[in-house]
Every structure is written in structure tokens, then in C-alpha cells.
């Protein structure tokens, strides 16, 4: 079996008003093979200079063009050919173009993740693949989730459970949809005192709304596969939370939702381990509490057999 | 071995998601019904606020005991008391016998919910809230600090006049409780053995809906289901029948009446001014001093907050200049340069525990405000102290009269001095908080603070120093957040110690705390 691999996903770098940063990986279809393990530097920029509070869209002359930036070494390693591990530790920084609140960099939220492979069966000219996937964030750092847009995330623990399921033609290209859960904790604010979904809070901790991510993704291999483009369209669906009041603050509370599209290529030097590159473009399209952001992301991989 | 891996996955998956079920966060703060420490025979010869005889507002005779008149009120009473629904004795047990809490907290959630600034218009000009139209965006009020603290004086005093009227009553009629008179009737509380007529929780239902139905008109609806659901409580407790509480209702009207007279002509109306008015202020202060403060957001906001709520009508303190503090170094002399440097090492060195103090004080946009921090804690000290309600409404009014003096008194230096921000005057600076719209000196936080830590440690002077702490700690929050250097901390926390002198000395007049 070739060594197919591939750790970072395009939603690498869901960033803007909340982050949903790591552990996105596990949403692929690739597995690698047992012993095999890919290690990844990947740099995300998003930027926006409008967003939506509560679903209309605001612009802030004090904010001008906010930017986060992600740098983010990832590794992942195949346990047993149907059982990868998937290891990252993103570092972010923010910042707006105007006004005077200062941006914020560090460590942002270790992830963990497992992916297993369920099913795989020969259909027609193609194969078809289950998987399932496992992943838990926490973190890393004391930064203040509560300082948003800045903040580095939002804070809290979070446990994701997906399933992906893909069609892949023996000529090349795939169809992949996936459909995750993604279930937070409470995070920590530095005030005991909040207003969230007209009700006062007499505590510091805000119960970040859970969410589901659903993603349909379009691909195919191209120069006996040496190449892989991508085109994707994901959906994230906050389960509760408040909208962002009247030319206020945003908060970790806060119901986010988007729609966002993208394209991602991967080129392999070899076709069995070594170097690889990654290119990828998003644009969110419609959202809710969040930045409109767009931002491209670059990585670079390194693959080997090391058991 | 396959099948192994799945099921650990498994295993693990639905062992988090048992666990980490989130809590219920609490929306208020959990206390039941108590205990008074003691009953405060004589509070109805404590000094009025507003009011100049504790029989200013007249009440019936009550019917006596075993009269048919009183017999059938009784017989009424137990009978909502055996017939009460599960909502009904949820809001016995959430209004408590000390339900002055909770209108308090009400009013911190009012101020709160209405505090958020004007959006710009897209001409970059700046709506204003119009209390004659006050559903029209920006809506009315926008309970900024100012406003907050005010607010706060004018419910707490229209409470602590009506309740120092019905202890007066109380022990003039010596009316026993209703579950005193018919052992049928269980109270709901402790039974602290309280005089019923007039019902204290009617005086402060009525009262508290009144003073909170004019200052945030839009709420008008939900004060009166509150206030119906309190009044119909006091029965379901068994601890009044109606004539206590129509009693009750007829003084919290009129103790209403007269602070809203007072609101109504206190300058308060005035307070946010033209931008004429705003820049003949400002320039004002630039031919004296050499200097002035500009807002620097973007659109700016050409007129400052609230101008001349200094002109806001006093409560203890004589005049603004009784309190104003002297003139702050100027921008770029020695004094001046020493703080802007040390603003520039907070900002570059902050440490986790300063950052923790600049949010925890922030109290900024969207939150109960400074004023109503102090309310916070005075709820909480009242409930550790077992006070009774006439007794916490002393503490509430001596306490938010100081607060809105500080307040005004700050207002006034700042307008005055009209001193520029750091963001202004150290170039490319940039903060962790949001700065104000207003001058920084003196330091508002530092002067609402100042004052209420005074009059708190009067009233419970076991946490003093606790009270004092806090106020450093407010004072040195907008430090350490970069928006205010530190003699705006250091002259608004002075500021506001001598505003609480002159309400302390007044309080002293009654001899007994």
C-alpha cells in the first residue's frame, strides 16, 4: 500500500472571532500506515474587516483589520495501519490594524486525536472507507479566554467525535463528507460577573456552546499522485449560546455558526515518504458572532517509517 | 486486536461525555431567608432621608386581633398559603424575608443589561438616547456609572425612608404576624417574631418597582410581574395578610413619590450636553491648564459622557469643590513622565495577577458597573450579618448616597482638569481595556470605590481593612489596564474617602452603628 498521508486538513485554521483551531486533522480520509509517522509545520493567516454580530454584519473603524496568524507543529503516527494518532500544539497571534487594544500572543490548546479505520470495500471502480475519529483538545496556556476578539481560543476543553466516510475512484478523484460533534467545557473569565442571553451571571465560569461540523469535500489525485486538490464546503453549527450585543464585546458564550469554503492542495516530492507541501484558501460565507474572515494557509510535511 | 482498539474508543468517548455534563451556573445569588441578628426596635426615630416625620405618609388604624375584619384576612391568607401552586413557592423561597436583596439585584441586572455605548450612525455621528422616545435605538437609559450610581441612591434612599416609616408603624401598632395569630399559618421563614403592619417586603415591592419602573421605562412590564409575583409571596409566606400589605404598598408609593419629585429636578436631565456646551468646557480647561482631554475613537465621539452630572444635585457632600481634588502634573513634567514610564512597564511586563485585577474591576460596558460591584458586595456582607431589612436598607442608601456623591464629585475634576488619557498622550500606546469615554482624572473606579470601602468598613468595621483592599485594588486596576496613570488612582481614591466622610458623619447622627 502506498504511504498516502496527509495531517493537515484545510480546516486547520478555522480562525476569527472564536477559534476552532486544532484538531481538525482527524476529518480526512487518508490513514497512515503502521510505523509510519508525519511530522508538519503549518502556518495559517486569517483576516477580516467586517464581522457579524449576532447574524448582521458590523464594521468597527476601531478594530480596522483584525489578523490572526497560527503557526502550528502537528504529528501524526500510525499505531496500527488502522489506528493514527494525531498530536498538535498551535501557537497564535492577533492583532487589529486601529484602535487601542492591544493583540495577544502564545500557546494556544494541545490536541490529541485518534482516528480509526472502520470500513474498507472495494465498490465498482472505486473503494469505499469509514472512519471514525476521537479527538481532545485542552489549554496549553493560562491565556485569557476571555478577551475575544484577541483572546488565543476559547478557552475550554473540548472532545470532538466524527464520522467520515469516503468514495475514492480508482482514476483519482473522491468524494468525502464527514460529521462531527464537538462537545465543550466551561471556561475561566478573570470577573465573576457577566451578562449573557439576558440573564446576569454571578460566576467566572461561561459555558462555551457545543457544536456540530458537517463538511462535504470534493477531491482528487492528479500525477500519479503526486498531487491533491481539494474544494470544500463546511458548515459549524453552535448548539446554544447568545448572540454579541449592540457594538459590544464579543464573549466566549456566544453562539458562533458559519459557512465557509475552501481549496487545498498537497504536492509529494515522492510517492512514499519524504517532503510535502500544502497550499490551501478560505472564506467564510455566511456567519453568526463571528469575524468574514478569508486567509490562506501553508505547510510543510515530513514523512518516515520509523518502526 | 481491531475490534479492541474500537471499543477503548469507545469507552473513553462516553466516559468524558458522562462527566463533563456542565454545571448550572448561577443567575443569582443563593441565600434563603434567615435569622435576623436583631430587630431594630427604635429605626423609626432613625434621620429620613427625604422625608421629615416618620408619619409623613398617614396609615389606617389595623383592624385588632379577633376582629371579623382581621379573622377574614387570616382565613384569606392560609388559604393561598394551602392552596399555593409549586411557582408560587418557588418565589417565597427566591424573595426571601429580606427581599431588598433582590430588587437590588434586579436593578444591578437592569443596569447591566442597558449598559452598552451608542453605535455610530453611518454619517460617524452619535445617536443619543431620548427618554421621551426610549425604544428608539440607542434605547433609554444607557446606564452607564454615573447613571448606575444615581439610580442606585434613588432606590436605596425611597427603601430606607419607607422602611425607617413601617418600623415605625410596626412597633407603634405592634400588629403580630400572621402565623402569630393563627398557628394554622406556618411562615415560610425563621420566625423572627417582626411586627406585620404595614408588610416591610410591600413597602420595598412598591417602592423598588416605582423608583426602577421611571429609570428604565422600557422595563415597566417586567417590574410589575415582579413586584405582583413579591406581593402575592408575602401572603403565600404566611407572614402578612392583605391589610399589612396594602399598608406597605400605600407608604413604597409615596416614599416613591418624593424621590422621583427629587429625580426629576436634579440636574440628572442636563447632565449629557451639547457639543457646544462640551467644547466651551473643553476649552475652558485648555486656556487654564494648557491641555485637554480628546476622545480618540474612530468615529470620535465629540462630546464626552455625562459633562455635567457634576451639576447633579448632591446628597451629603456640600459641593463638588469640597471635594475636588488639586490640579494633576502636566503632561511631560517630571511627575507626569515618571507615570507614563510606568504605564509603559505594565503594559510590556503585566503579570498574570494584574491582569487578573484589570478584569476582575474592569466593570466596564455591559456589566453592573463599579457602583454596582460595591452593591455586590454589600448584598453578600448583609446576608454574612444576618441584617434585618430595615437594617440593610441603612447600609444600601448610606452607601449608594456616597457612591453618586464620589461619582458626581469625580465628574467634576474630570470635566475640570479635563485631563487627556495615556492612549492620548503616550504615543502608539496601546491597552487591555477599553478606555472611556471621559476624562481620566480622577479615576472613577478609584472614587466610586474609595467611597463605598469607607462607608462599608463603618458598617461592618470587622472586614475593614477587606473593604480597603478591594478599593486599592479598584483604584489600581485602571493602572495596570493602561488607561488611567497613577495619580487619577491615587487623587479619585482620596476623592472618593472624603465624599463617604460627610455620609458617615450623617450616619453617625442616628448612634447606632
Given at each position: 500500500m502506498?504511504?498516502y498521508?496527509?495531517?493537515?486538513?484545510?480546516?486547520?485554521?478555522s480562525?476569527?472571532?472564536?477559534?476552532?483551531?486544532?484538531?481538525?486533522?482527524?476529518?480526512?480520509?487518508?490513514?497512515?500506515?503502521?510505523?509510519?509517522?508525519c511530522?508538519?509545520l503549518?502556518y495559517?493567516?486569517?483576516s477580516w474587516d467586517?464581522y457579524?454580530?449576532?447574524s448582521?454584519?458590523?464594521v468597527n473603524?476601531?478594530?480596522?483589520?483584525f489578523t490572526?496568524?497560527?503557526?502550528m507543529?502537528m504529528i501524526?503516527?500510525?499505531i496500527?495501519?488502522?489506528?493514527?494518532v494525531i498530536?498538535s500544539?498551535?501557537y497564535v497571534?492577533?492583532?487589529?490594524?486601529?484602535?487601542?487594544?492591544?493583540g495577544?500572543?502564545g500557546?494556544?490548546?494541545?490536541?490529541?486525536?485518534l482516528k480509526?479505520?472502520?470500513?474498507?470495500?472495494s465498490?465498482?471502480?472505486?473503494?469505499?472507507?469509514g472512519?471514525?475519529?476521537?479527538?481532545f483538545?485542552?489549554?496549553?496556556?493560562n491565556?485569557?479566554s476571555d478577551?475575544?476578539?484577541?483572546s488565543?481560543?476559547?478557552?475550554?476543553?473540548?472532545?470532538?467525535i466524527r464520522?467520515?466516510?469516503?468514495?475514492e475512484?480508482?482514476?483519482?478523484?473522491?468524494?468525502?463528507?464527514?460529521?462531527?460533534?464537538?462537545h465543550?467545557?466551561?471556561?475561566e473569565?478573570?470577573?465573576?460577573?457577566?451578562?449573557?442571553?439576558?440573564n446576569?451571571?454571578?460566576?467566572?465560569?461561561m459555558?462555551?456552546p457545543n457544536?456540530?461540523?458537517?463538511?462535504v469535500?470534493?477531491g482528487?489525485?492528479?500525477?500519479?499522485?503526486?498531487?491533491?486538490v481539494?474544494a470544500?464546503?463546511t458548515?459549524i453549527k453552535s448548539t446554544s449560546g447568545?448572540d454579541i450585543?449592540?457594538?459590544?464585546?464579543?464573549q466566549?458564550?456566544?453562539?458562533v455558526d458559519?459557512?465557509?469554503v475552501?481549496?487545498?492542495a498537497?504536492?509529494?516530492f515522492k510517492?512514499n515518504?519524504?517532503?510535502?507541501?500544502?497550499?490551501?484558501?478560505q472564506?467564510?460565507i455566511s456567519g453568526?458572532?463571528?469575524?468574514q474572515?478569508?486567509?490562506y494557509?501553508?505547510?510543510i510535511?515530513?514523512?518516515?517509517?520509523?518502526? | 486486536?481491531?475490534k479492541?482498539?474500537?471499543s477503548?474508543?469507545?469507552?473513553v468517548?462516553f466516559?468524558?461525555?458522562?462527566?463533563s455534563?456542565?454545571?448550572?451556573?448561577?443567575?443569582?445569588y443563593e441565600f434563603?431567608g434567615?435569622q435576623?441578628?436583631?430587630?431594630?426596635?427604635?429605626?423609626g426615630?432613625?434621620?429620613?432621608?427625604?422625608?421629615?416625620?416618620?408619619e409623613?405618609?398617614?396609615?389606617?388604624?389595623?383592624?385588632?386581633?379577633?376582629s371579623?375584619?382581621?379573622l377574614?384576612?387570616?382565613?384569606?391568607?392560609?388559604?393561598?398559603?394551602?392552596?399555593?401552586?409549586?411557582?408560587?413557592l418557588?418565589a417565597?423561597?427566591?424573595?426571601?424575608?429580606?427581599?431588598l436583596?433582590?430588587?437590588?439585584?434586579?436593578?444591578?441586572?437592569?443596569?447591566?443589561?442597558y449598559?452598552?455605548i451608542?453605535a455610530?450612525?453611518?454619517d460617524g455621528?452619535?445617536?443619543v438616547?431620548?427618554?421621551a422616545?426610549?425604544?428608539?435605538?440607542?434605547?433609554?437609559?444607557?446606564?452607564?456609572?454615573?447613571y448606575?450610581?444615581?439610580?442606585l441612591a434613588?432606590?436605596?434612599?425611597?427603601?430606607?425612608?419607607?422602611?425607617?416609616m413601617a418600623w415605625?408603624?410596626?412597633?407603634?401598632?405592634?400588629?403580630?404576624a400572621?402565623y402569630q395569630l393563627d398557628?394554622q399559618?406556618?411562615?415560610?421563614y425563621?420566625?423572627n417574631?417582626?411586627f406585620s403592619?404595614?408588610?416591610?417586603?410591600?413597602?420595598?415591592?412598591t417602592a423598588s418597582?416605582?423608583?426602577l419602573?421611571?429609570?428604565f421605562?422600557l422595563?415597566?412590564?417586567?417590574l410589575?410581574q415582579k413586584?405582583?409575583?413579591?406581593?402575592?409571596s408575602?401572603l403565600?409566606?404566611?407572614i402578612n395578610?392583605?391589610?399589612?400589605?396594602?399598608?406597605?404598598?400605600l407608604?413604597?408609593?409615596e416614599?416613591a413619590?418624593?424621590?422621583?419629585a427629587r429625580?426629576s429636578?436634579?440636574?440628572?436631565?442636563?447632565a449629557?450636553t451639547?457639543r457646544?456646551?462640551?467644547d466651551?468646557?473643553?476649552n475652558a480647561a485648555?486656556?487654564?491648564f494648557g491641555?485637554?482631554w480628546?476622545?480618540?475613537?474612530?468615529?470620535?465621539?465629540?462630546?464626552?459622557l455625562?459633562p455635567?452630572?457634576s451639576?447633579?444635585?448632591?446628597w451629603?457632600?456640600?459641593?463638588?469643590e469640597?471635594?475636588r481634588p488639586?490640579?494633576?502634573?502636566?503632561?511631560?513634567?517630571p511627575?507626569?513622565?515618571e507615570?507614563?514610564?510606568?504605564?509603559?512597564?505594565?503594559a510590556n511586563?503585566?503579570t498574570t495577577n494584574?491582569?487578573r485585577?484589570?478584569?476582575?474591576?474592569n466593570?466596564g460596558?455591559?456589566?453592573?458597573?463599579?457602583p454596582?460591584h460595591?452593591?455586590?458586595?454589600?448584598k453578600?456582607?448583609?446576608v454574612?450579618?444576618k441584617l434585618?431589612?430595615?437594617?440593610t436598607?441603612r447600609?444600601f442608601?448610606?452607601?449608594?448616597m456616597?457612591i453618586?456623591d464620589?461619582?458626581?464629585?469625580?465628574?467634576d475634576a474630570?470635566y475640570?482638569?479635563?485631563y487627556?488619557?495615556?492612549?492620548?498622550?503616550?504615543?502608539?500606546f496601546?491597552?487591555?481595556?477599553?478606555?472611556p469615554?471621559?476624562?481620566?482624572?480622577?479615576?472613577?473606579?478609584?472614587?466610586?470605590?474609595?467611597?463605598?470601602?469607607?462607608?462599608?468598613?463603618?458598617f461592618?468595621p470587622?472586614?475593614?481593612?477587606?473593604?480597603?483592599?478591594w478599593?486599592e485594588?479598584?483604584?489600581?486596576?485602571?493602572?495596570?489596564?493602561?488607561?488611567h496613570?497613577?495619580?487619577?488612582a491615587?487623587a479619585?481614591?482620596?476623592?472618593?474617602?472624603?465624599?463617604?466622610?460627610?455620609a458617615?458623619?450623617k450616619?453617625k447622627?442616628?448612634?447606632?452603628?
Amino acid at each position: 500500500m502506498k504511504n498516502y498521508f496527509r495531517f493537515l486538513s484545510l480546516l486547520c485554521a478555522s480562525l476569527g472571532l472564536l477559534s476552532i483551531a486544532n484538531a481538525q486533522t482527524p476529518l480526512d480520509g487518508l490513514m497512515m500506515p503502521k510505523g509510519e509517522i508525519c511530522i508538519a509545520l503549518q502556518y495559517d493567516q486569517v483576516s477580516w474587516d467586517r464581522y457579524w454580530e449576532g447574524s448582521t454584519t458590523r464594521v468597527n473603524q476601531n478594530i480596522g483589520t483584525f489578523t490572526k496568524q497560527m503557526g502550528m507543529p502537528m504529528i501524526v503516527g500510525g499505531i496500527t495501519d488502522k489506528l493514527n494518532v494525531i498530536l498538535s500544539l498551535p501557537y497564535v497571534k492577533t492583532e487589529a490594524s486601529a484602535g487601542q487594544l492591544t493583540g495577544v500572543q502564545g500557546i494556544q490548546d494541545f490536541g490529541l486525536s485518534l482516528k480509526a479505520l472502520l470500513l474498507e470495500k472495494s465498490i465498482g471502480k472505486g473503494k469505499l472507507t469509514g472512519f471514525s475519529n476521537l479527538s481532545f483538545s485542552m489549554p496549553a496556556s493560562n491565556y485569557l479566554s476571555d478577551y475575544m476578539p484577541f483572546s488565543l481560543g476559547f478557552g475550554a476543553n473540548e472532545l470532538g467525535i466524527r464520522a467520515i466516510g469516503k468514495y475514492e475512484l480508482d482514476k483519482g478523484p473522491y468524494l468525502r463528507a464527514s460529521y462531527s460533534y464537538l462537545h465543550r467545557g466551561v471556561t475561566e473569565a478573570e470577573r465573576d460577573f457577566y451578562y449573557a442571553g439576558q440573564n446576569a451571571y454571578y460566576t467566572a465560569k461561561m459555558d462555551v456552546p457545543n457544536a456540530f461540523l458537517g463538511q462535504v469535500t470534493l477531491g482528487s489525485w492528479m500525477f500519479k499522485k503526486k498531487l491533491r486538490v481539494e474544494a470544500s464546503l463546511t458548515a459549524i453549527k453552535s448548539t446554544s449560546g447568545d448572540d454579541i450585543r449592540v457594538y459590544s464585546m464579543p464573549q466566549p458564550t456566544n453562539k458562533v455558526d458559519f459557512d465557509r469554503v475552501e481549496g487545498f492542495a498537497q504536492y509529494y516530492f515522492k510517492t512514499n515518504g519524504g517532503f510535502g507541501l500544502i497550499a490551501s484558501y478560505q472564506k467564510a460565507i455566511s456567519g453568526r458572532n463571528m469575524g468574514q474572515f478569508s486567509g490562506y494557509g501553508l505547510g510543510i510535511t515530513y514523512q518516515f517509517k520509523a518502526f | 486486536m481491531k475490534k479492541y482498539n474500537y471499543s477503548i474508543l469507545l469507552l473513553v468517548m462516553f466516559a468524558f461525555l458522562g462527566s463533563s455534563c456542565v454545571e448550572d451556573l448561577p443567575t443569582k445569588y443563593e441565600f434563603t431567608g434567615y435569622q435576623f441578628s436583631n430587630l431594630d426596635a427604635n429605626a423609626g426615630q432613625w434621620k429620613l432621608v427625604l422625608h421629615t416625620s416618620n408619619e409623613q405618609i398617614p396609615l389606617p388604624t389595623p383592624a385588632a386581633p379577633g376582629s371579623a375584619e382581621l379573622l377574614k384576612e387570616l382565613a384569606d391568607a392560609k388559604e393561598m398559603q394551602n392552596k399555593a401552586t409549586s411557582a408560587q413557592l418557588e418565589a417565597v423561597s427566591y424573595w426571601t424575608n429580606n427581599p431588598l436583596l433582590r430588587w437590588n439585584e434586579i436593578a444591578l441586572e437592569l443596569a447591566t443589561k442597558y449598559n452598552l455605548i451608542p453605535a455610530p450612525n453611518p454619517d460617524g455621528s452619535y445617536p443619543v438616547p431620548d427618554p421621551a422616545n426610549p425604544s428608539k435605538y440607542p434605547k433609554f437609559p444607557y446606564s452607564h456609572p454615573p447613571y448606575t450610581s444615581r439610580m442606585l441612591a434613588y432606590l436605596s434612599v425611597a427603601q430606607y425612608d419607607g422602611l425607617i416609616m413601617a418600623w415605625h408603624y410596626k412597633y407603634k401598632f405592634k400588629r403580630q404576624a400572621s402565623y402569630q395569630l393563627d398557628p394554622q399559618i406556618k411562615s415560610a421563614y425563621e420566625n423572627n417574631g417582626l411586627f406585620s403592619y404595614p408588610s416591610d417586603g410591600a413597602v420595598v415591592a412598591t417602592a423598588s418597582r416605582d423608583i426602577l419602573t421611571a429609570m428604565f421605562p422600557l422595563e415597566k412590564e417586567f417590574l410589575a410581574q415582579k413586584a405582583q409575583e413579591h406581593l402575592e409571596s408575602l401572603l403565600v409566606a404566611g407572614i402578612n395578610v392583605a391589610s399589612d400589605v396594602n399598608a406597605g404598598k400605600l407608604i413604597g408609593a409615596e416614599v416613591a413619590k418624593t424621590a422621583l419629585a427629587r429625580a426629576s429636578t436634579d440636574g440628572m436631565k442636563n447632565a449629557q450636553t451639547t457639543r457646544v456646551k462640551s467644547d466651551s468646557i473643553k476649552n475652558a480647561a485648555k486656556i487654564r491648564f494648557g491641555w485637554a482631554w480628546e476622545n480618540q475613537e474612530t468615529p470620535q465621539r465629540t462630546v464626552g459622557l455625562v459633562p455635567l452630572f457634576s451639576k447633579v444635585r448632591l446628597w451629603n457632600v456640600p459641593n463638588v469643590e469640597a471635594i475636588r481634588p488639586g490640579p494633576p502634573p502636566a503632561p511631560g513634567s517630571p511627575v507626569f513622565e515618571e507615570s507614563a514610564k510606568e504605564l509603559k512597564q505594565y503594559a510590556n511586563n503585566l503579570t498574570t495577577n494584574q491582569r487578573r485585577i484589570a478584569n476582575f474591576w474592569n466593570d466596564g460596558l455591559n456589566t453592573y458597573t463599579p457602583p454596582g460591584h460595591w452593591n455586590r458586595f454589600a448584598k453578600e456582607e448583609v446576608v454574612a450579618n444576618k441584617l434585618n431589612p430595615v437594617r440593610t436598607a441603612r447600609v444600601f442608601a448610606y452607601l449608594n448616597m456616597a457612591i453618586v456623591d464620589a461619582g458626581i464629585g469625580c465628574w467634576d475634576a474630570k470635566y475640570y482638569y479635563h485631563y487627556p488619557r495615556p492612549i492620548q498622550t503616550i504615543p502608539g500606546f496601546k491597552t487591555i481595556l477599553g478606555t472611556p469615554n471621559f476624562p481620566a482624572y480622577t479615576s472613577g473606579h478609584a472614587s466610586f470605590s474609595g467611597a463605598a470601602a469607607e462607608v462599608m468598613a463603618h458598617f461592618f468595621p470587622a472586614n475593614a481593612s477587606q473593604f480597603r483592599t478591594w478599593a486599592e485594588e479598584a483604584a489600581m486596576s485602571r493602572v495596570y489596564g493602561g488607561i488611567h496613570y497613577q495619580f487619577d488612582a491615587d487623587a479619585g481614591l482620596t476623592q472618593g474617602r472624603q465624599a463617604a466622610s460627610f455620609a458617615i458623619t450623617k450616619a453617625k447622627l442616628d448612634g447606632v452603628d
